[in-house]
């Protein structure tokens, strides 16, 4: 069976907005190692190895948009595509206090191996799909575990993560924050964006508008809190443009 790095749904979708699924899957293609990385069945369920609940929410936000989505087919442990191919967390040795024994002793032939098989190929169909349209909006969907390290629990249910750009994120953080049930995260539970990562590559290299949203795990675990979700966020990201004028 052919290997494909990534999957578009929708692609025949007109429309400006583009939804991302950076860290899709837990998927480990057959051609790294033993197709295992070293690790257990429950650790490649965990966080560690992709963002549970992003891809359906994903998908249902795009139907809802009315826009393409592209999601990755490979574990971020495989390669992380929302890193730049020079940050040092580009393939993970350590993650949430578990060893990834396949990245331990990495080379630059198994790295170029998962660049041009996975990374890239997924990164010059973004490309494309951005470029479509003059005035792509770019929505890019990540989950986050309840705790992290030990640490103190997160109370969020949803974060906008953004950068200098702010023409998207300030009306819809607004509107969330209106809501009276969802506990809302400026740049939480994590801050702004990283340098040469999926955001920074394809929106605000292009001054794209854009938006990077985290649902809590724990509230999108099935599929119909996933197609909730969507179907809540995407009246938002709308009226969220409008009110920027973009």
Not at 15 to 30: G, M, Q, Y
Not at 104 to 109: A, L, P, Q, S
Not at 222 to 239: F, I, S, T, V, Y
């Amino acid at each position: 069976m052919t290997y494909h790095p990534y999957y578009i749904t929708g692609e025949e979708r007109a429309s400006r907005w583009l939804v991302t699924c950076d860290h899709a899957t837990n998927t480990v293609p057959s051609f790294v190692g033993d197709g295992t990385l070293g690790l257990s069945a429950v650790d490649m369920s965990r966080h560690i190895a992709f963002d549970p609940g992003a891809a359906g929410v994903s998908l249902a936000l795009a139907e809802a948009l009315g826009a393409p989505c592209i999601t990755s087919n490979f574990s971020r442990l495989v390669i992380d595509p929302n890193r730049g191919e020079d940050d040092p967390t580009l393939v993970m040795k350590l993650y949430d206090g578990t060893i990834i024994p396949a990245n331990r002793h990495i080379d630059e032939t198994e790295l170029n191996l998962r660049l041009n098989r996975c990374y890239r190929p997924y990164h010059t169909a973004l490309a494309e799909l951005a470029a479509r349209q003059d005035d792509t909006i770019i929505v890019a969907v990540h989950s986050f575990t309840r705790q992290l390290r030990g640490q103190h629990p997160r109370p969020w249910h949803v974060g906008v993560l953004f950068a200098a750009d702010t023409r998207l994120t300030d009306p819809l953080i607004a509107q969330l924050e209106a809501e009276p049930d969802i506990c809302v995260g400026a740049n939480e539970p994590y801050s702004g964006h990283l340098p040469g990562d999926a955001i920074a590559r394809h929106a605000i290299a292009f001054q794209r508008p854009n938006a990077l949203l985290e649902l809590r795990n724990d509230l999108i675990e099935r599929p119909e809190d996933q197609g909730a979700w969507a179907n809540r966020l995407a009246p938002m990201l709308e009226a969220a443009a409008e009110r920027a004028g973009l």
